[in-house]
């Protein structure tokens, strides 16, 4: 079946360390995202690509980082720069097709947790 | 920039009855989309109801529509003969219309927790 798949479900890091959240989907989708969920705040944008090898910053990109080097993969890396990851991330990606409204499908999400 | 206001963070209602979750937005566009998602307890993100800024049909979805008032910036849901299995948190989210030079990202608002009770 077509979708994503966000791996692992769950995550923990120690202080200081580097972490990649995976996110693939065989959906054939161009565009994807990476968001942050905390308690109260919603969704927020972290980082999104419209095309392989290209990606843009979105509302709160400091402290992360992201590659597309593959349509199907974007990875997200946490690294010790970012003073408060403890949250639930979570990757869609959507299509092009008008026929679609550019819907974003999303994936089951990882829980960080800093230790 | 756009924003999007949930401005009720809870929300209950009685088994089989009707509620309204409201949503209101700011945007200087003209066409855009405007989408619920809902989040049950297994956090999986799922679209409920879409609505394309020029039409003027309220979007219906089975037991979901949607008000949508363009003048203004309203855009709210109502769940007929709720359900159980309603119980979430449900999203209001903007995003710019394909061609207007704008990017694909979604814009959400806050949330709202919606509570059955049997």
């Known amino acids: 079946d077509g979708g994503i798949t966000q791996s692992p479900k769950y995550l923990f890091r120690k202080e200081g360390q580097n972490v990649t959240l995976s996110c693939e989907q065989n959906?054939?989708?161009?565009?994807m995202y990476w968001y942050r969920q905390d308690p109260g705040q919603g969704l927020r944008l972290i980082y999104y690509?419209?095309?392989?090898?290209?990606?843009q910053k979105g509302d709160i990109a400091e402290g992360y980082s992201v590659s597309r080097e593959k349509k199907e993969s974007f990875p997200l890396t946490v690294t010790s720069a970012q003073k408060n990851p403890t949250a639930f991330y979570l990757c869609?990606?959507?299509?092009?097709?008008?026929?679609?409204?550019?819907?974003?499908?999303f994936g089951p999400g990882t829980r960080l947790t800093v230790l | 920039a756009q924003t999007v206001t949930q401005s009720q963070p809870e929300m209950s209602v009685q088994e089989a009855e009707t509620v309204t979750l409201s949503c209101t937005y700011d945007?200087?566009?003209?066409?855009?989309?405007l989408f619920w998602y809902k989040q049950p307890p297994s956090r999986q993100m799922i679209l409920v109801i879409r609505?394309?800024?020029?039409?003027?049909q309220n979007a219906t979805e089975n037991r979901f529509s949607v008000n949508f008032q363009k003048a203004a910036k309203s855009f709210s849901l109502k769940i007929s003969d709720s359900q159980l299995g309603d119980a979430a948190m449900y999203f209001c989210?903007?995003?710019?219309?394909?061609?207007?030079?704008?990017?694909?990202?979604?814009?959400f608002g806050k949330g709202i927790t919606l509570s059955v009770r049997p």
């Open positions: 989210a903007y995003r710019s219309a394909p061609g207007t030079g704008a990017n694909s990202k979604l814009t």
């Open positions: 690509s419209q095309i392989v090898n290209d990606f």
């Open positions: 609505q394309e800024a020029y039409k003027q």
């Open positions: 869609a990606s959507s299509g092009r097709t008008e026929s679609t409204y550019n819907e974003q499908f």
């Open positions: 959906l054939n989708h161009d565009a």
């Open positions: 945007t200087s566009e003209s066409d855009y989309y």
